[in-house]
């Protein structure tokens, strides 16, 4: 019998409403030259601007259809002026609570550069640049333990607490071992290797995590250890990306790194992300609404097309499903076929080589990568 997926549809503010129609025609074309399974699209608004005309970030479905999908895909929240009382970006609650309700703990982003994109940094190409930060997701700095004092009218005083805990570190560190046997390997050497990225000269949590990783790693003799704190990691990252795999680290730390790496891949318009833990999914490109560029069709919708291919791995490792499989890899090999043909791309990716070349729309190459999967010989 064929399988259907509930796949709950988050496109929010902005950009995201451009980006993920255009992903979910790659799926819907994917999933066909795949034939083995079938897409329910249900679609949900959502994020600050329906704050703004609502009083609400979602509808309350909106939440019951997530807890009973397969999968979500979600676009981007946060609009101009769209806050809550005491501060809070509105629609920020929506992310973070899927993240946490859900036990979405590992946020899975990966770096990789695809021939057809010159890279910002001198003397790198896409043979150099493919490793995926495995970021916690659900501790760290994100714990909701904070707060904030007035004394006498004046804000005095703001606290925001770390919590790392020995089941977050060991599911997160584990998670990455088990990706790490999955690839191939870093582009320098071949070898796989999982780099423990902390701040364990200064801070306790970030020993635990350290400790962790050690013990973990013992279960694992064909993967490399190797260790670097984070203020190195911004560097070593941009100056030997060759040499990493798979990235681990906490939460706060992984948000900065995921979007530093972008800057190998083309920009943040590349960045894909996979939210995900033991039930449920959630895959959303790593950019933000972007209301600067919003409604222009301008926004690179390869971010969230390549979090779509994301979203069938994880659907095929969990169902067993090869037909899943098959439809993410036809649409890596369709992104990347319209990219080293080099004609159809957003203004973001015109440059270097592509400088003088006329930009494509959104939806331009939203329809590019689909004439490239229904060509496709599968
Ligand atoms: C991200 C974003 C979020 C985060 C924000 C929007 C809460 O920056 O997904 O990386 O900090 O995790
Ligand atoms: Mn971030």
Redesign the pocket.
């Known amino acids: 019998m064929t399988r259907t997926y509930k796949v709950v549809v988050l496109p929010g503010d902005g950009v995201g409403r451009e980006v993920v129609p255009e992903t979910i025609k790659v799926l819907q074309a994917a999933g066909d030259v795949a034939n083995g399974f079938n897409f329910e699209f249900i679609e949900f608004p959502c994020g600050g601007k329906y704050y703004k005309e609502t009083g609400k970030e979602w509808p309350e479905e909106a939440w019951e259809a997530c807890k009973k999908s397969d999968a979500i895909l979600f676009g981007a ?2 609009w101009p002026g769209a806050i809550k009382p005491g501060g809070a970006l509105a629609g ?1 609650d929506i ?2 609570g899927m993240r946490f309700s859900l036990d979405l703990y590992a946020n899975l982003r990966p770096a990789k550069l695809y021939e057809g994109i010159d890279s910002r940094i001198l003397g790198k190409s896409s043979k150099d640049v493919n490793f995926i930060v495995v970021r916690e997701n659900t501790e760290g700095l ?1 714990v909701p333990i904070r707060g904030t004092l007035d004394r006498g009218g004046v804000e005095e005083l703001a606290v925001d607490v770390r919590v790392i805990t020995r089941k977050g570190a060991e599911r997160i560190i584990r998670h990455a071992f088990d990706l790490c046997m999955r690839r191939g390997g870093a582009p320098a050497d071949g070898k796989k290797r999982v780099t423990c990225v902390d701040k364990s000269n200064v801070l306790e949590g970030c020993r635990l995590f350290r400790k962790i990783y050690d013990e973990i790693a013992e279960n694992y003799r064909e993967i490399e250890r190797d260790y670097v704190y984070v203020d190195a990691m911004t560097q070593w990252m941009i100056r030997a990306p060759e040499h990493y795999d798979v990235v681990v680290t906490s939460n706060f730390q992984g ?1 900065i790194l ?2 530093l790496s972008s800057v190998l891949i083309g920009g943040m318009g590349m960045a894909p ?1 996979a939210n995900v833990g033991e039930k449920y999914g959630m895959f ?1 490109p ?1 950019h ?1 609404s972007a209301p600067d560029i919003a409604g222009q069709n301008k926004a690179n919708p390869m971010g969230s097309i390549l979090s779509g291919k994301m979203m069938l791995e994880w659907l095929a490792l969990k169902h067993r499903d090869t037909s899943c499989e098959k439809a993410a890899s036809i649409i890596e090999d369709a992104v990347a076929q319209v990219l080293i043909e080099g004609k159809r791309r957003t203004p973001d990716l015109c440059y270097g080589r592509y400088a003088g070349l006329t930009p494509s729309t959104t939806s331009e190459v939203g329809d590019a990568i689909v004439e490239k999967i229904e060509a496709s010989s599968f």
């Open positions: 929240i946060g920020i992310l973070l994100y948000d995921s979007d992300s959303e790593v933000g």
